[in-house]
């Protein structure tokens, strides 16, 4: 008696599980991120918006090279002094500019992978829900999928858009 209760219990267990397996779907995350990052052109906006830091940063450094070249070919003496005392200068502003470049590049690149982020998973969700499907999962962090399992990927992508 005992061994056809556990027979049935592991029956019930295994149609359930069946039935669960139609409501669950993966997603590869990281291919609609380049894809829909393409299309709303956020690299592309992010360069624009940095191009006249990127570029002063770049006249700097220029400008710091060609000084240190002229300060190898100069004698000691009180023009090189001055010399050496202005590229020390220009070094701390050229480094202090770079880092603050750096770190406002990096916090706007986040702030707009955060939006697709956000967009992405909202068009997840809304196929998921107009399709019945109980669970998502990111392709890229299965091991095994059967080709039972529905990859709704091309749907969210063309809900994304």
Do not use: C
């Not at 707009?112 to 962090?141: C, F, M, P, W, Y």
């Amino acid at each position: 008696m005992k061994k056809w209760l556990v027979a049935a219990g592991l029956g019930l267990a295994m149609a359930a599980s069946a039935q669960a397996a139609d409501k669950i779907a993966i997603v590869n995350m990281g291919s609609l991120f380049q894809q829909v990052a393409q299309k709303t052109g956020v690299s592309s906006t992010l360069e624009n918006e940095f191009k006249g830091r990127a570029g002063e940063l770049q006249r700097m450094e220029g400008d710091l090279q060609s000084k240190m070249q002229r300060l190898q070919s100069m004698k000691a003496g009180a023009d090189r002094t001055k010399l050496e005392k202005d590229i020390t200068s220009q070094r701390q502003t050229f480094s202090q500019k770079a880092q603050s470049f750096e770190q406002d590049r990096q916090r706007r690149t986040n702030e707009e992978r955060g939006k697709l982020v956000t967009r992405i998973q909202t068009a997840v969700k809304s196929v998921a829900a107009s399709q019945s499907i109980d669970l998502v999962v990111d392709a890229n962090a299965v091991a095994f999928n059967s080709s039972d399992v529905k990859d709704i990927t091309a749907d969210v992508l063309k809900q994304v858009k």
